[in-house]
């Protein structure tokens, strides 16, 4: 017979970060810089005494919106069988079909997905990357966090050394910044700081136009990039598509959209090498499963964008090598660190996500609702 969910919990926290950063989003004028990360969670408890526990996030904007979608519809989940994901996630989209099914909406419901998956994988005792399938025990891992625009070259040069003495295996580097003179700069001292064999990625954050970005590919060609990362607007599919043929480095785009079809849309024109699809802002695990078949029986590699703590079951799942991204921000908000030596990033073995909230988080919360069955 099957499980019933007896309650649910959500919290909305705000995460500060160490230091604000400022990727070329903020260069350009657009955005502010960022100082703390907004977490939607969902704790998920049965009638058969297994728990889940999943998130979402958001920056700058939408985690309070997320946060009222939940408690709009939240109350639904109780009483239903956790096990039955699919007809879970299809009741949320069609309780809130009216605001649609991408964005806010579905980011939301990405919480409770992940906590749902989170909760099949401790009944049934397994990492989540084993209940998926895994192909390998760890997953090659960059880092990002120390490569932002506001920093300093010496401080990035240091902040990547120190990152590949911890067993990082590459480095990524924000560029897109009005004069892209001095974005070539700053590539060129990083890359005689780390040397030729180090893998290292460059991220515009959308910021140039279709010229700019074929002229920095051009220029850059013989360093030898793992990817360039966002160098068009991220709906641009066709510039990606052109720019993709155009250049030998590879190209590297989807963080930023937020349904299955238009990261499917990036997948049939061939406009990327590397698709980089973020389970929260693409609306949970069972559609991030969804566009990684696509991406696989188009031959692509997958590089999940940030939430390395979700990503890495994900791409230890994924059939072709993978990266992951070493972003900490979250870390604060849960109790396990993620092992990491030899330029890769082990999958964790306690069962489901293998996470737990911190004692501390609670000093980061904001709010909180939750739903409970009447125990018939
Ligand atoms: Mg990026």
Redesign the pocket.
């Known amino acids: 017979m099957g499980d019933r969910i007896e309650a649910v919990r959500f919290g909305r926290y705000a995460v500060p970060l160490a230091h604000a950063v400022s990727?070329a989003k903020v260069a350009t004028g657009r955005q502010r810089p960022l100082s703390q990360i907004d977490v939607l969670t969902c704790e998920i408890t049965s009638r058969d005494g297994v728990g889940g526990l999943g998130f979402s996030y958001t920056t700058r904007a939408g985690c309070q919106a997320q946060f009222a979608h939940v408690k709009e519809i939240g109350e639904l989940l109780i009483g239903q069988d956790p096990s039955d994901i699919g007809k879970v996630y299809d009741m949320l989209l069609w309780a809130g079909a009216s605001v649609g099914r991408s964005g806010v909406a579905t980011q939301a419901i990405s919480a409770v997905d992940t906590a749902l998956w989170d909760l099949k994988a401790r009944r049934a005792g397994l990492p989540l990357a084993k209940l998926l399938g895994a192909h390998r025990d760890s997953v090659k891992v960059y880092n990002?966090s120390g490569g932002y625009l506001q920093a300093p070259i010496e401080e990035v040069k240091e902040k990547a050394g120190l990152s590949l003495k911890s067993g990082i295996g590459g480095i990524?580097i924000k560029v897109g910044q009005p004069d892209m003179k001095e974005d070539l700069r700053r590539l060129a001292a990083v890359r005689e700081h780390i040397g030729q064999d180090t893998p290292l990625m460059v991220?515009a954050?959308q910021q140039w136009d279709r010229a700019s970005a074929l002229r920095f590919g051009r220029a850059v060609e013989e360093l030898g990039l793992v990817w360039i990362?966002?160098p068009l607007d991220a709906y641009d599919a066709e510039g990606h598509a052109q720019l993709a043929a155009a250049l030998d480095t590879p190209i590297a785009t989807g963080?930023m959209l937020s349904s299955v079809p238009e990261l499917v849309r990036l997948i049939d024109l061939r406009a990327v090498d590397f698709l980089?699809p973020d389970v929260p802002r693409v609306g949970g695990i069972t559609p991030y499963l969804k566009v990684v078949a696509l991406a696989d029986h188009a031959h692509l590699q997958v590089a999940p964008?940030?939430v390395m703590e979700i990503h890495v079951h994900l791409a230890a799942a994924y059939p072709r090598d993978s990266w992951v991204?070493h972003i900490e921000w979250l870390s604060p908000l849960f109790e396990e660190r993620l092992e990491i030596e030899g330029g890769r990033m082990r999958v964790p073995e306690r069962p489901g996500l293998g996470l737990s909230l911190a004692g501390r988080a609670q000093e980061w919360r904001l709010d909180e609702v939750g739903f409970r069955g009447t125990g018939r």
């Open positions: 990727d990002t990524k991220d954050n990362e966002e963080e980089q964008h940030f991204e």
